[in-house]
C-alpha cells in the first residue's frame, strides 16, 4: 500500500546505494474521525494529510474521498446526515463543512473555536470544541440560524453519540469523565468518573457504551449505564485510538491519531487488521549506538520493529511525546523538537523527560554535540540556535529564510538546509557561507566523511556534496517524500488556533549511522528507508563518473 494511490514514486531509482524499507509502508496518515457511509464503506479523516478517505472494511482498499489539496485543512470528526451529506470538522482554521452527496461542499459555520467531535441524530447536527472551556453545540445548516449552546465548560471534547436514552454523551479529555445532556435543553451531568484519557464515546447496536482511551495502551472501557454501573476494561494494545464505528453487523472498528490504519477490534481484546497501522510521518530521525532506530512522528517516539507474528503494524511505540517532529540520539538520550515551541531531552531508560527550552517558533531539525549542548533549526524564526548542556539558549545564525535541518561534521561545523532559498549552508563565526545552492526545497541533512547528503523534497533527490571540492552529484531519485506528484502544496495553517497546535509541517528527515548506512524519513509513504552503500557497484564518491575532472576520490568516512 501507499498513500500516494496510483503513480506512487519509488521507493527509489538511479541509486548508488541498495535501499530498503525498515518497516511497511502506510496507507493513511493517521486516523481520526471514523463513521459508516450509505454506501457500507467506512469514512476516514486524516488530519496529518488533510485529506478523508473511503475504506471497504471487507477488502481494506483505501479511496481518497476529499482530496489533500481541496477546501477541507485538517478534518478531525465527520458524521453522515439523513440525506447521505457528509459533515466535517476542519480543526484548525476552526470550520465545519457539509459535503453533499454529490461531492459539492459548503461551509456550515466558521463560528467554532477548534471544532472536533461532530454528530448527527436525523437531520440535526451537534458539534464540540477540543478546547478548555469549550461547548457542545447545535448548528443548523443552511437556515442561517446562529448556533445554540447545549453545554458548556467542556475539558477537551472529541468524539460523541446520541445514548439509548435521547441523551448526547461526550467525554472531557482532561478530566477523565463522561457526560452527557438532553438534546432540547436540560442540565449536562456527569455519568463517569476516573476514566483513563478519555477520548471518544461510543456506542453499539446493542445500546452498550464504550469509552476508548488515547494513551498507549488502547485501553476501552465497558459501562453499564443503566444496570449496575460495572466496568470492565480491556488493553487493545493499539496506541493512540482516537475513534470507533460499529457496522450492522455489530463489529467494531477503531482508529488511530499516532499510528493510522483501521483495525477491528473485538469484545476480548483480539485484533484484526483491515488497514495495516505505521508511521503517520515520520518527520525526524536517529540511530543510537546500538543500531536501534527512532522517529519522531508527530504524536510520539516510534521506530521500526519486526512485525510479530498475528499481523500487527512494524512499529514500537516508544513514548506518547505529542507534536514531536526532530529528533537526535546520543549518548543514551533522545533530544527531541515539538512544532509546539519545546526542546526537550528524553531518557529511553527512565522514562523521564527533562524541558530545555521552551517558547520557540516551530523548531525543527535538530543535532546533539558530544559536549552534551544541542543545534537547532528554529524554523519560523529563520535562525540556528545552539542549546548549552546547561539549557543557555544562543544565536547561531539569524537572517535565514526557512531553515529546517542541521547536521554536524567530525570537526563539530554546523552545516544547515534552507528549504525556501535552495541552499546547504555552514555556519562560520555567526555567518551562513554557501556549500550548495539551486536544490529544491532541501531538507534532511546528513554528512559523512567530507560530504554532506541533503534530501531534495522538491524533486524528490537524495543529493551528495562534495564538502572539498562542491561537486554535486544525484544519488538516488524519485524518494517517496513530500506531497504526492500532482498536488497541490497547502498554504501553511497557522501553528495555533485558540492555544491547540495546528497541522505539522513536512519533513524528511536524514541521519547517518554509525555503520557508514543513512536513514531516511519516507514521509510520502510512512516508512523509514535504509540506504547502503553499493561498494562493489562504486561507492558514492568513488566512482569515476562521478567526480570532477582530476578529483581524488574523496575519503568514505564510514566505519563497518
Not at 554535540?369 to 544541542?374: A, E, I, K, S
Request: hydrophobic letters at 35%; proline letters at 8%.
Amino acid at each position: 500500500m501507499t498513500r500516494y494511490g496510483a503513480g506512487a514514486p519509488g521507493p527509489v531509482s538511479r541509486t548508488h546505494w541498495d535501499v530498503r524499507r525498515l518497516n511497511e509502508p502506510n496507507a493513511l496518515w493517521g486516523s481520526n474521525g471514523v463513521a459508516f457511509g450509505p454506501d457500507g464503506r467506512l469514512y476516514t479523516a486524516q488530519f496529518l494529510a488533510g485529506k478523508i478517505s473511503a475504506v471497504d472494511p471487507s477488502t481494506g482498499e483505501v479511496e481518497t474521498v476529499v482530496p489533500m489539496d481541496g477546501p477541507v485543512q485538517s478534518p478531525d470528526d465527520l458524521a453522515f446526515g439523513a440525506d447521505g451529506s457528509m459533515y466535517i470538522t476542519d480543526l484548525v482554521p476552526g470550520r465545519v463543512w457539509r459535503r453533499g452527496p454529490r461531492g459539492d461542499y459548503t461551509l456550515v459555520s466558521d463560528q467554532v473555536q477548534v471544532p472536533n467531535g461532530i454528530t448527527c441524530v436525523g437531520d440535526r447536527l451537534f458539534v464540540n470544541e477540543m478546547k478548555m472551556d469549550g461547548r457542545l453545540l447545535e448548528l443548523f445548516p443552511g437556515s442561517g440560524d446562529e448556533p445554540r449552546t447545549l453545554a458548556g465548560g467542556l475539558a477537551l471534547g472529541n468524539a460523541m453519540q446520541l445514548g439509548p436514552d435521547g441523551r448526547l454523551y461526550y467525554p472531557h479529555m482532561v478530566t477523565g469523565q463522561v457526560w452527557c445532556v438532553p438534546l432540547d435543553g436540560g442540565e449536562p451531568e456527569p455519568v463517569a468518573e476516573n476514566v483513563h484519557e478519555p477520548v471518544a464515546v461510543r456506542f453499539d447496536r446493542g445500546g452498550v457504551m464504550l469509552v476508548l482511551s488515547r494513551g498507549r495502551a488502547g485501553l476501552v472501557t465497558r459501562i453499564d449505564l443503566h444496570g449496575t454501573g460495572s466496568r470492565s476494561v480491556i488493553a487493545s494494545g493499539l496506541a493512540g485510538l482516537d475513534n470507533a464505528a460499529f457496522d450492522d453487523a455489530n463489529r467494531m472498528f477503531v482508529s488511530s491519531f499516532a499510528s493510522g490504519g483501521i483495525t477491528e477490534l473485538h469484545p476480548d481484546g483480539r485484533t484484526r487488521d483491515i488497514v495495516p497501522r505505521g508511521l503517520g510521518g515520520p518527520y525526524g530521525v536517529t540511530v543510537d549506538p546500538g543500531g536501534t532506530v527512532y522517529a519522531a512522528d508527530h504524536y510520539r517516539v516510534a521506530g521500526p520493529a519486526p512485525a510479530p507474528a498475528g499481523g500487527t503494524d512494524a512499529v514500537t511505540t516508544h513514548v506518547l511525546r505529542p507534536f514531536a517532529h526532530g529528533i537526535s540520539a546520543r549518548d543514551g538520550l533522545l533530544h527531541i523538537t515539538s512544532q509546539y515551541g519545546e526542546i526537550s531531552t528524553y531518557d529511553p531508560e527512565s522514562g523521564s523527560t527533562r524541558v530545555r527550552a521552551t517558547g520557540l517558533r516551530r523548531p525543527t531539525g535538530i543535532a546533539a554535540r558530544p559536549d552534551g549542548g544541542l543545534i537547532v533549526a528554529e524554523t519560523g524564526a529563520g535562525r540556528v540556535l545552539a542549546l548549552a548542556e546547561d539549557d543557555t539558549v544562543t544565536t547561531l545564525a539569524a537572517g535565514l529564510r526557512r531553515p529546517v535541518d542541521v547536521a554536524l561534521d567530525a570537526e563539530g561545523r554546523c552545516y544547515v538546509s534552507d528549504e525556501q532559498d535552495g541552499a546547504v549552508l555552514r555556519i562560520e563565526d555567526g555567518r551562513a557561507v554557501t556549500v550548495a545552492d539551486g536544490l529544491d526545497a532541501p531538507q534532511g541533512l546528513a554528512v559523512l566523511g567530507d560530504e554532506v547528503f541533503v534530501v531534495e523534497t522538491g524533486s524528490r533527490k537524495l543529493r551528495a556534496v562534495s564538502l572539498t571540492t562542491g561537486r554535486h552529484r544525484t544519488d538516488a531519485e524519485d524518494l517517496p517524500v513530500g506531497l504526492p506528484p500532482d498536488t497541490a502544496p497547502r498554504t501553511r495553517p497557522a501553528l495555533f488556533t485558540h492555544g491547540m497546535p495546528g497541522v505539522p509541517d513536512p519533513f524528511a528527515g536524514l541521519t547517518a549511522a554509525p555503520d557508514g548506512s543513512l536513514l531516511l524519513s519516507a514521509n510520502g509513504e510512512g516508512t523509514v528507508l535504509r540506504l547502503v552503500p553499493r561498494r562493489s557497484a562504486g561507492t558514492p564518491g568513488t566512482d569515476p563518473a562521478d567526480r570532477a575532472p582530476g578529483e581524488a576520490p574523496s575519503p568514505d568516512g564510514r566505519a563497518g
